[in-house]
Structure formats: C-alpha cells, structure tokens
C-alpha cells in the first residue's frame, strides 16, 4: 500500500492560507482576549480576568442609545436599500438600457469611494437642500438614513444582478401561460428564485451600515449619534477594555446573524 | 376544446421577415405538426399563439375568442416548453397545481385534479418530489400534467421530445399521442423531425424561411409534394436538372432525353423521383425510360445502399448527377464506382417543378 505524500507545493499553500487567515483573525482575538482583562488599562500579561466590562458595557447610555439609533438606522436604510436595488436590477439586467453599464457602475460607486469623501460631499449636499428648502434635513435622522441608503445599494445590485443573470426565464413565461400576470409571476416566481441574493444583500447591507463610521460622522446631529461614533466618542476619554466588550457584542450579534441566515441560504454560493 | 385559426399570420424584425403570412386552419381535437428545418420560424409561430411574441400582422382566433392582443395569462393556450420551465422551487404537485390556482379553483377542487393529470402522464406518487429529483422523462411529464391541468382550450408543443434520449422518445411519442386523442386536444407540435412529425399528425404544415410550403396528411405530402423543397424535404427524393421540350418530354441539362407524363409546360424545369420508384438491374427492363449509369460514389447504410450516379457520359457538361437509394436485398454487393449499372422507371414516375436558380 502506498500512500502519497502531500507535495511541497501543497504544503506552501496551505501555510500561506493559514498565515493569511491568522492575521485577517488576529485583532478579532486580540480584542477578544482585551475584552476579558481584569485591569483598566490594558497592558501585558493581564493581571486577571473579568466579566465586569460586558457589564459596563451593557449599562452604557451612549452605548445604548448608538445601538438602537444605529439598529433603527441600519433596518431602514436596508429596506430602503432593496426597495430601489432590487426593481434597480432588474432594469440593468433584464432591458436593455441606455448607458446601462455606467448605471450599473454608478450604483456599485459608494462601495470604493472612501467614507470621507462620501460623508462631505452628502455633508454638503444636504446642507444646501437645506437652505434650498428650509427643511431640516442636516443632523436629522431622515438625513442619516439616507446617506446609508447608499451604501446599501451597491451590496443590493451587486448581488441582485448576479443571481438575475443565472435565472432561466423561462419559467416566467410557463407562469404566464399557466394564467399568472406579471405582478403573481414576480411574486410566485422570479422572487423565489433570486430570494439567496436578496436575503444576502440585506445582510450585508445592514452589517455596512451598522458598522459605518466616517460617512456618519458628518451627518449624525447633537445627541444622536450612532454606535460606532459613540465608541469613538469613548474611546477619546478612556481605553479601558468596554469598548473591547462592546465590540464583541457586537461581533457576536453579527455572526449569530450570518449563522442563521446561512442555514437558510448559502452565503457562500452568492456572495 | 377549440377550433383555432391562424390568418396571414406575419412577423418581422427589422429589415428580417421572420414568419410571412401564415394561415392554418386547425379543427377541434386536431393534432397538427408544424414541420420544418431549423430557423424557419416554427418557435415564432407557436409563441405568437402563445401571446409572447405580438405578430407584426395577421390575427388568431381560438374558438369564437379572436385572442390577437390578448396577453398569455388570458389565452388559456397549455404550452409545454423544450426545456420544460418547471418552477424548480415547487413540488411536482405545486408546479401541477399552479394553473388551477390562477385560476381561483379552491384547493379541495384542485387535489384531485392534480392527482389526475398526474395519473394521466404516469407520475401518480410522484407528488412530493422537486423537479431536481426527477428524469428528463419525468420532467417532461410534468410538463405535459402542467399544462393539461388547466384544461387548455389549445395545447401547444415546442419540439416536446428533443432533449429525450431516442428510446424514451419512441416511448412518449405515443404516450402523448395516445393522450391527446383520449382527452380530444386541439393540438399544435413543432418539430424538425421528420419521422417525429410523421408518425404523430394528423396534419402537418411544411414551413421553410418564414412560409407555409403545403400543408396536408402525410399521404398527400409524400404522393403531392407542392414544390421540390417539399419533395426533398418530405422523404427522399432524386433531382434531376433539365428543361421541358415538349408535352411528356423532359431533357435533362446534359442532354439526356426522359419520359415524364407530369410535364406539360415548357420551359426549366426540375424533374424529382421517389426512391422507389427507380427500377434498378433486370428489374428495369421494359421500362419506358431505361439507362446505363455510371456510378460515381456508393454509401453502405444498412437498410438501404445509397448510390450516386450520373446519367450521361463522362464528357458531358453536365454529368446529371442523381442520388439513388436502393432497398438492401440480400446478395446485392454496393457497386464501385466508376462501373455502370442499368436503372429505368416509369413515364408516370416523375413530377416536375419550376427549376430554381
Ligand atoms: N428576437 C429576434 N430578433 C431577430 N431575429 C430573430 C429573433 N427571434 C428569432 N429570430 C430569427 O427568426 C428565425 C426563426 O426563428 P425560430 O422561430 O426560433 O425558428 P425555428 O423554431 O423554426 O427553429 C431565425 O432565423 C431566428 O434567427
Ligand atoms: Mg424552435
């Protein structure tokens, strides 16, 4: 009996692989690690360990507070974000539309635009819609939302468009012919069918917005301010390990999600 | 069930004459076959019927209901697609059922509809099952209770046995042919088989680039072809190129003179000859237009021998080339070419056609 011997090329590879995911994982053990420490100010080896900053963070208003507007915001501006990325994708990718491609390219812009530059050119923008109209638009929280709107949007037509360009049309038509009109057809039909690609764009969608920090930085008002700036706000007064607990709250809240909505359609295969 | 009738049916695209002004008359319960090579507008046609493809002219009447600008959803036209287009996230019982729910039948009604179209194509048990999990045969089964199910007042069939193997192909030809007349459906098949088409109309229209060439049984196809492209089509046919000279006489481009009953206008002319009508050997003596050919190529294809032969001599200009196909008795050796072997047939044999080109 012979056995083969992984070949040194394999082996290579698979270090590497190890290497890279060990540093794509190491500030999330470090943070990890942090957010047990008994001590205030993190220095090593811990003097200790504690449950006491979970708690901290828990009891934290400002904390509290950023983690429901940023919820609030996050589920709004998901919603909004399918409500236009979904009808979106099926335009780019069912009719053939004038400058499609730019559109498409366009609606995939705020994914590689730097927060920065997206937060001041909405800054700006709303500012003058502002005094344009005299609503009060800048610092509120319609304002927020939509300004997330967009960074939901590219995950949306991103992933929308790519599970609409596999799907067999068809089927649509038995529908039709079967006596569904366009809206049962959609409905019945083509919505199951691209469900995994919407289910995943929500997702992701709503992680982008929840953890989105430079664009809200512009655009939050006195005393709304969202979780990851609340953080930030924090961290400018103290370093003990809370925010480390807040963080892997949070972390954990997501990956619980991921978990979840894996069982129902594979992650993997869409994104 | 409904009559359905199709008049100077026309689509275009652009400069593109798809189909051009096709008219069929189908009788109720009728099972009709829409024959012809690929790309001549048979899946345009159909879908027109169907409602997906709006005619650029012409109207189509199913029953007393002119449904010209209907959308599909109110056709009630049953169509079973090539790659059967069942809804992949349905049971089999779901994809069955979903014609009967546009239509508002409550699901205590529906059950047993469901089970009996699913009796009907064999599949009864098969319920539960994701069409995934299910054969091509099977999926195309499905397909067919689908749209049985609804109780179509047309059933429509886009080249139904294509992506079945040839055994299982034997095999629901019959099962739907058999169906079809059970339940008494007005039906429409394309198809670009020729035997498919054969064996299961009644009727068949010969399309070729957009237009209807005859439309007949299969006897009067066969027997009548009404051009030459339906004499080739339609069977096998042997071609001659020439000129009628006079009433009876037809002189091929090489010279040769034939007797041929069919020719009476003067002028070019294509003379066309059924395979078996063509004597060959011994069995050509007596016969009123008899030839010593000279064989150029000869094909072994088991049941028949397939043997190319030209009529005049080598230094003709035109070696009047015809394409023989004799049945594979026992004893006869395919001859090599360059030998000459006698072939006759009857005055009455031929027909003839406008020459084209
Ligand atoms: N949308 C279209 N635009 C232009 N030409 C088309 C279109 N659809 C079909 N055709 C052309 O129409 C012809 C007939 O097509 P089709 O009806 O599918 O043929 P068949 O089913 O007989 O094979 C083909 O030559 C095809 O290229
Ligand atoms: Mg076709």
Redesign the interface.
């Known amino acids: 009996m012979t056995t083969t011997r992984p070949s040194l090329g394999r082996i290579a590879l698979n270090a590497a692989a190890g290497l890279s995911l060990l540093y794509i994982l190491l500030p999330l053990i470090f943070v990890t690690w942090l957010a047990f420490f008994r001590q205030e100010i993190p220095s090593f080896p811990p003097e200790g360990y504690s449950l006491k900053w979970f708690s901290a963070a828990a009891n934290n208003q400002p904390f509290i507070n950023g983690f429901l507007l940023s919820l609030q915001v996050g589920v709004a501006a998901t919603l909004l974000g399918l409500l236009v990325g979904v009808p979106a994708s099926l335009a780019l990718v069912r009719h053939r539309i004038v400058l499609g491609p730019l559109f498409n390219t366009l609606l995939l812009m705020p994914l590689v635009m730097p927060g920065i530059v997206l937060g001041t050119a909405i800054y700006v923008f709303q500012i003058e819609t502002e005094i344009a109209t005299g609503l009060p638009v800048m610092g509120s929280q319609g304002g927020l939302i939509a300004a997330h709107t967009l960074v939901v949007i590219p995950w949306v037509v991103r992933l929308v468009t790519a599970s609409l360009v596999g799907f067999?049309r068809?089927?649509e038509?038995?529908?039709?012919?079967?006596?569904?009109?366009p809206f049962?057809t959609f409905r019945?039909?083509t919505l199951?069918?691209i469900r995994p690609g919407i289910v995943a764009a929500g997702l992701f969608g709503f992680v982008t917005s929840f953890g989105n920090l430079e664009m809200s930085l512009f655009l939050v008002g006195p005393g709304r301010t969202t979780l990851p700036i609340a953080i930030l706000q924090y961290l400018e007064w103290k370093i003990d390990p809370t925010v480390a607990a807040a963080s892997l709250i949070q972390i954990v809240l997501i990956a619980v999600a991921m978990i979840v909505t894996d069982r129902y359609v594979k992650l993997s295969r869409v994104v | 069930m409904a009559r359905l009738s199709i008049e100077h049916l026309r689509k275009t695209y652009g400069d593109l004459t798809v189909v051009n002004d096709v008219n069929i008359d189908i009788a109720d319960g009728e099972f009709l076959v829409l024959l012809g090579p690929s790309g001549c507008g048979k899946t345009t046609t159909l879908r027109m019927v169907a409602g997906f493809i709006a005619p650029s002219a012409g109207s189509i009447t199913i029953g007393e209901r002119s449904v010209t600008t209907l959308p599909p959803w109110k056709r009630n036209c049953g169509l079973v697609f090539q790659s059967y287009a069942l809804f992949p996230h349905m049971t089999v019982a779901e994809n069955v059922a979903f014609g009967l729910e546009m239509r508002k039948i409550p699901p205590a009604d529906r059950a047993p509809r469901v089970a009996e179209a699913l009796r009907l194509v064999q599949l009864a048990g098969f319920d539960e099952r994701y069409p995934r999990q299910l054969s091509g045969g099977q999926q195309q089964r499905v397909a067919l209770a689908r749209a049985l199910a609804m109780e179509p007042d047309v059933l429509l069939l886009d080249e139904p046995l294509s992506n079945l193997d040839a055994k299982l192909r034997q095999e629901v030809r019959v099962e739907i042919r058999d169906l079809q007349r059970k339940l008494g459906l007005t039906t429409i098949m394309v198809t670009h088989d020729q035997e498919e088409a054969l064996t299961m109309a009644d009727r068949l229209v010969v399309m070729e680039k957009g237009e209807v060439r005859q439309i007949g049984t299969q006897r009067e196809l066969y027997e009548r072809p009404a051009d030459r492209f339906v004499a080739g089509f339609i069977g096998r046919s042997a071609f001659l190129d020439g000129d009628i000279v006079a009433p009876g006489r037809f002189r091929t481009k090489g010279g040769v003179a034939i007797g041929c009953a069919a020719a009476t206008r003067i002028g070019a002319a294509t003379l066309a000859l059924r395979p078996e009508r063509i004597a060959v050997g011994g069995e050509a003596d007596g016969l009123h237009n008899r030839f010593e050919a000279r064989v150029e190529h000869a094909s072994y294809l088991g049941a028949i021998l397939e043997i190319d032969v030209s009529l005049s001599g080598p230094d003709a200009i035109d070696k009047d080339r015809m394409l023989l196909q004799i049945p594979n008795k026992a004893g006869i050796a395919e001859p090599k070419p360059g030998e000459t072997i006698t072939i006759g047939w009857a005055e009455d044999a031929g027909l003839v056609y406008p020459r084209e080109g």
């Open positions: 067999d068809t089927i038509e038995a529908a039709q012919n079967l006596g569904a009109g049962t019945r039909v199951p069918s």
